[in-house]
């Protein structure tokens, strides 16, 4: 009976793996790849190992391209030329420089909704969300949620590294994105944000803010479903792998949800605190990037762990200088302010002038620390992404300029709003 069970549930993986079923689901959803559906030996089958299907491990050297560029027209069943979009990728690929293969859209409304699905889980929207949650509405849980953020990325990825599975075969799978391509693939960690954030700003919020249970649930619930869909959408996960990052996030918040109020105490109170922030940040990231070589989720990990950390020490020097901005305990429960045109211009000004100090930061800092690493260790200086996929370079890169952003998010801007008045 339980060999029966184990049997059962393996066959169920292999099957939520196969890259066929993500490539009928974008079917579904109106996106076609320019490559034949059916693939000639030349191009290779989609099987994976023998018995196994779809798991599979990435090989040294293996081609992460879009498939052949054989162009498919009058497929039966789709929409007439003049209905369909030619589309191609945003962004190319960090570390093989490839932009992707052209690919036709068939239903515009889903290739919009899942692009912002997928964005909900990009750096781009970290850098707005966490600053205008923080400056404008409740700095408490945007620096809680911060922590989260970051230990879950850095989990996300460090398993991805362990288990090394590739991304979903292309073809039979659409690469409707392919910056994230060369990384592994297992859990997805766009799953594990997209969980992580909306589920643990329900669970901070709720009951210090007024608002009913169902509409927080469902807002939660949307929205991580949003973001693990568009990953199958996109053909950057099975969807074996979205459900694990979906369950592996819930767990990691059921760990984070008992000592989540202690974390931060700490971090404001204890005079070991910045050490404690430093070394952990620091020296869990070494052991995670000893794992494998050069992909974008090292740099992606770093840069979480590294904000995590500016972020801490933000708060230990908020606490210790008197700067907290948090809410007295008396004002709890709080309730929701209603919108008037003062709110909402000193909402976006604040926002505003908060916003390009932290890009002139960003800027100003990778300006300087790149071309140091560069020169302290010797390495060419005039290709920036190249010299990026150098461990000395990019580690301590990341690290610097993520932890002063952090900080500056944290602790610099708020400071500069009391001097302006815009507090």
């Given at each position: 009976m339980v060999m029966d069970a184990i049997k059962t549930f393996v066959e169920t993986c292999h099957y939520l793996q196969d890259p066929r079923l993500v490539a009928k689901f974008q079917h579904l959803c109106g996106v076609r790849g320019t490559f034949p559906e059916k693939p000639s030996d030349e191009q290779g089958s989609y099987a994976s190992e023998p018995g196994c299907p779809g798991l599979r491990q990435r090989t040294p050297g293996e081609d992460v391209s879009n498939g052949a560029a054989v162009h498919v027209n009058g497929v039966k069943g789709d929409p007439k030329p003049d209905e369909t979009t030619r589309a191609k990728p945003l962004r190319r690929n960090s570390l093989t420089g490839d932009v992707g293969q052209e690919f036709l859209i068939h239903n515009k409304l889903l290739f919009y909704l899942f692009t912002f699905g997928t964005e909900l889980g990009n750096e781009m929207f970290f850098i707005i969300f966490f600053p205008f949650l923080f400056w404008n509405i409740d700095a408490l849980v945007s620096r809680r949620l911060i922590v989260v953020w970051a230990w879950n990325l850095f989990v996300g990825q460090s398993t991805k590294d362990m288990v090394r599975w590739s991304r979903p075969a292309s073809p039979p799978v659409v690469k409707v994105e392919v910056f994230y391509n060369s990384e592994y693939s297992m859990p997805s960690t766009h799953a594990m944000t997209g969980t992580a954030i909306p589920f643990c700003l329900f669970m901070l919020t709720y009951g210090r803010w007024q608002y009913p249970?169902?509409?927080?649930?469902?807002?939660?619930?949307?929205?991580?479903i949003l973001v693990c869909v568009s990953r199958v959408y996109m053909g950057m996960h099975s969807v074996l792998e979205v459900i694990t990052g979906f369950l592996y996030s819930l767990l990691i918040l059921a760990f984070f949800?008992?000592?989540?109020?202690?974390?931060d105490t700490f971090y404001m109170t204890d005079p070991y605190a910045p050490l404690v922030i430093l070394v952990s940040h620091v020296s869990l990231?070494?052991?995670?990037?000893?794992l494998d070589s050069w992909s974008t989720s090292r740099g992606d990990t770093a840069q979480a762990l590294g904000t995590g950390a500016g972020a801490a020490l933000a708060t230990h020097a908020n606490y210790q200088l008197g700067l907290l901005a948090d809410h007295p305990l008396s004002s709890l429960p709080l309730a929701l302010p209603?919108?008037?045109?003062?709110?909402?211009?000193?909402?976006?000004?604040?926002?505003?002038i908060g916003v390009a100090v932290i890009l002139v930061t960003r800027m100003v800092m990778k300006a300087v620390t790149i071309p140091f690493l560069c020169?302290?260790?010797r390495l060419p200086a005039e290709d920036v992404r190249q010299a990026r996929q150098h461990m000395e370079v990019e580690l301590p890169y990341r690290y610097i300029v993520y932890s002063v952003v952090g900080f500056t998010c944290v602790c610099v801007v708020p400071l500069l709003f009391r001097v302006a008045n815009l507090a």
């Amino acid at each position: 009976m339980v060999m029966d069970a184990i049997k059962t549930f393996v066959e169920t993986c292999h099957y939520l793996q196969d890259p066929r079923l993500v490539a009928k689901f974008q079917h579904l959803c109106g996106v076609r790849g320019t490559f034949p559906e059916k693939p000639s030996d030349e191009q290779g089958s989609y099987a994976s190992e023998p018995g196994c299907p779809g798991l599979r491990q990435r090989t040294p050297g293996e081609d992460v391209s879009n498939g052949a560029a054989v162009h498919v027209n009058g497929v039966k069943g789709d929409p007439k030329p003049d209905e369909t979009t030619r589309a191609k990728p945003l962004r190319r690929n960090s570390l093989t420089g490839d932009v992707g293969q052209e690919f036709l859209i068939h239903n515009k409304l889903l290739f919009y909704l899942f692009t912002f699905g997928t964005e909900l889980g990009n750096e781009m929207f970290f850098i707005i969300f966490f600053p205008f949650l923080f400056w404008n509405i409740d700095a408490l849980v945007s620096r809680r949620l911060i922590v989260v953020w970051a230990w879950n990325l850095f989990v996300g990825q460090s398993t991805k590294d362990m288990v090394r599975w590739s991304r979903p075969a292309s073809p039979p799978v659409v690469k409707v994105e392919v910056f994230y391509n060369s990384e592994y693939s297992m859990p997805s960690t766009h799953a594990m944000t997209g969980t992580a954030i909306p589920f643990c700003l329900f669970m901070l919020t709720y009951g210090r803010w007024q608002y009913p249970f169902l509409f927080g649930l469902c807002v939660a619930l949307c929205w991580s479903i949003l973001v693990c869909v568009s990953r199958v959408y996109m053909g950057m996960h099975s969807v074996l792998e979205v459900i694990t990052g979906f369950l592996y996030s819930l767990l990691i918040l059921a760990f984070f949800h008992q000592v989540l109020d202690k974390i931060d105490t700490f971090y404001m109170t204890d005079p070991y605190a910045p050490l404690v922030i430093l070394v952990s940040h620091v020296s869990l990231g070494l052991v995670a990037f000893s794992l494998d070589s050069w992909s974008t989720s090292r740099g992606d990990t770093a840069q979480a762990l590294g904000t995590g950390a500016g972020a801490a020490l933000a708060t230990h020097a908020n606490y210790q200088l008197g700067l907290l901005a948090d809410h007295p305990l008396s004002s709890l429960p709080l309730a929701l302010p209603s919108l008037g045109v003062g709110l909402v211009v000193s909402s976006l000004l604040r926002f505003a002038i908060g916003v390009a100090v932290i890009l002139v930061t960003r800027m100003v800092m990778k300006a300087v620390t790149i071309p140091f690493l560069c020169r302290l260790f010797r390495l060419p200086a005039e290709d920036v992404r190249q010299a990026r996929q150098h461990m000395e370079v990019e580690l301590p890169y990341r690290y610097i300029v993520y932890s002063v952003v952090g900080f500056t998010c944290v602790c610099v801007v708020p400071l500069l709003f009391r001097v302006a008045n815009l507090a």
